[in-house]
T-cell receptor, first 112, second 111 residues
Framework: GENVEQHPSTLSVQEGDSAVIKCTYS??????FPWYKQELGKGPQLIID?????GEKKDQRIAVTLNKTAKHFSLHITETQPEDSAVYFC???????????FGPGTRLSVLP | DAGVIQSPRHEVTEMGQEVTLRCKPI?????LFWYRQTMMRGLELLIY????????DSGMPEDRFSAKMPNASFSTLKIQPSEPRDSAVYFC?????????FGPGTRLTVL
């Protein structure tokens, strides 16, 4: 079955700097890759997603890149702000919105 | 829309007791998912339903766990009997096509 790895497990950056989180997946049939942000005491919330027919997607300060050949995808956050501090999860799915396999998460701390 | 609703938000029970977690998905969503989150194992998919039918329950840890979806607006996850190792945050999520919308979770503590 699908296996998703995520690095780093923790990341601290200064406010205004960029943050990059990387994930790899094992099943070449995976076709949907969402990123979720989880704040303390809340459920995960989708921040951006990408389908396998797209190499890059951007939404304001957030971007995701996908390399299908290498089976890895990355989250890029620019101009980080303290409110970006949270745990971020990547996920992969072989049938779009079904059967997600989540990575272990990255705890991002943005220092003021 | 109120989003995915879960109840209770917190549950403390003693080992051996039956626990029932409840979920109301977003109206119009045809898929419902139950996840468990722990520090050791992260976010694990337990079971999911499409149009009220269980599709994949391979993540259900053992026979003590059961889930039902009697109609499009309600689902339950039951643990009987509960054990201390079941302590975790349980999330329900619903979706239509891609994005899964998560509820606030139920924090379960089994003493």
């Amino acid at each position: 079955g699908e296996n998703v790895e995520q690095h780093p497990s923790t990341l601290s950056v200064q406010e205004g700097d960029s943050a990059v989180i990387k994930c790899t997946y094992s099943d070449s049939a995976s076709n949907y890759f969402p990123w979720y942000k989880q704040e303390l005491g809340k459920g995960p919330q989708l921040i951006i997603d990408i389908r396998s027919n797209v190499g890059e997607k951007k939404d304001q300060r957030i971007a995701v890149t996908l390399n299908k050949t290498a089976k890895h995808f990355s989250l890029h956050i620019t101009e980080t702000q303290p409110e970006d501090s949270a745990v971020y999860f990547c996920a992969a799915s072989i049938d779009y919105g079904q059967n997600f396999v989540f990575g272990p998460g990255t705890r991002l701390s943005v220092l003021p | 829309d109120a989003g995915v609703i879960q109840s209770p938000r917190h549950e403390v029970t003693e080992m051996g007791q039956e626990v029932t977690l409840r979920c109301k998905p977003i109206s119009g969503h045809n898929s419902l998912f139950w996840y468990r989150q722990t520090m050791m194992r992260g976010l694990e998919l337990l079971i999911y339903f499409n149009n009220n039918v269980p599709i994949d329950d391979s993540g259900m840890p053992e026979d003590r766990f059961s889930a039902k979806m009697p109609n499009a607006s309600f689902s339950t996850l039951k643990i009987q009997p509960s054990e201390p190792r079941d302590s975790a945050v349980y999330f329900c999520a619903s979706s239509t096509v891609d994005e899964q919308f998560f509820g606030p979770g139920t924090r379960l503590t089994v003493l």
